[in-house]
């Protein structure tokens, strides 16, 4: 069965970056790889970035285009990479695999999931 595990959460400050890795173990990367991330005190997830695994198109939260890069590895991962922090974006993100086929890249379906990392941005 495959395993999602992510990794490089932390505490930054305002302005600043991170990079967040998952990586698929018992299998490879699902046909759409994402992130998402649900903010505290908040009990949906919302899409931050999903990427075609082979194909490598990519698909952004129109609010964060320009900030967050989604990108992955030959293998078995995924990253992402976040600039110019803001309190806003603190929360627990998730790394997600999708295998349903579609045309299209959309936050919905995906049907594998991490345990998530905590992102905290503050002073």
């Not at 990079?19 to 998402?36: E, H, I, P, Y």
């Amino acid at each position: 069965q495959v395993q999602l595990t992510e990794s490089g959460g932390g505490s930054v400050q305002p302005g600043g970056s991170l990079t967040l890795s998952c990586v698929t173990s018992g299998g490879t990367l699902s046909r759409f790889m994402g992130w998402f991330r649900r903010a505290p005190g908040r009990s949906e997830r919302e899409g931050v970035a999903m990427i075609h695994a082979v194909g490598g198109g990519t698909e952004y939260n129109p609010s964060l285009k320009g900030r967050f890069a989604i990108s992955r590895d030959s293998a078995n991962t995924v990253y992402l990479h976040m600039h110019r922090l803001q309190p806003e974006d603190s929360g627990i993100y998730y790394c997600a695999g999708k295998t349903r086929y579609s045309p299209y890249l959309t936050f919905d379906g995906f049907d594998s999931w991490g345990r998530g990392t905590q992102v905290t941005v503050g002073p």
